[in-house]
């Protein structure tokens, strides 16, 4: 199982915005952060603005936060720049024999409990907020 490293992506950038708040964040800049390079940097900040989560003045290098820290969850972000990655977050075989009676229901079979994984990795992220990722970051970056 495994769930892309957009949203990864996207909460590093936010807990940037908000621990270098008041600096000029450019996309050049948050891709060294990141390692990533800086059109995924922007591909990530145009999900985030539009989902509503922060504002970008492009040309002049402004992005800023829009929602508050405390409302945002990991799976706010997840939703915002990787909505379809949960759908394929457990892999189906993708040719079960329709000859056999437990290759022509294996879907129907599993679709219940994988929408219940689904509906758990749901809840799992969305108890952890952005905020407590940044109390985290200060306690550890301020540790001696």
Same mark, same amino acid.
């Given at each position: 199982?495994?769930?892309?490293? #957009? ?5 590093? @950038? ?7 708040? /008041? ?8 891709? #060294?952060?990141?390692?990533? &390079?800086?059109?995924?940097?922007? +591909?990530?900040? /145009?999900?985030?603005?539009?989902? /509503? ?18 409302? @945002?969850? !990991? ?11 949960? +759908? ?28 219940? !994984? ?20 200060? +306690?550890? &970056?301020?540790?001696?």
């Amino acid at each position: 199982m495994r769930i892309s490293s #957009k949203c990864s992506l996207a909460l590093h @950038i936010l807990v940037a915005l908000v621990v270098f708040s /008041g600096e000029k964040l450019t996309s050049e800049r948050l891709a #060294k952060s990141t390692g990533c &390079n800086p059109v995924m940097v922007r +591909n990530i900040l /145009g999900s985030l603005k539009k989902a /509503g989560l922060i504002t970008v003045q492009r040309g002049i290098g402004g992005t800023a936060m829009k929602a508050d820290p405390r409302d @945002i969850t !990991i799976w706010t972000v997840y939703e915002a720049v990787d909505p379809i990655s949960l +759908n394929s977050l457990i892999g189906l075989h993708p040719t079960p024999s329709q000859r056999c009676p437990i290759g022509k229901n294996i879907y129907t079979l599993l679709e219940k409990p994988y929408d219940a !994984i689904g509906e758990a990795v749901q809840q799992a992220m969305s108890t952890h907020t952005l905020e407590q990722l940044i109390d985290d970051y200060r +306690n550890i &970056n301020s540790a001696p």
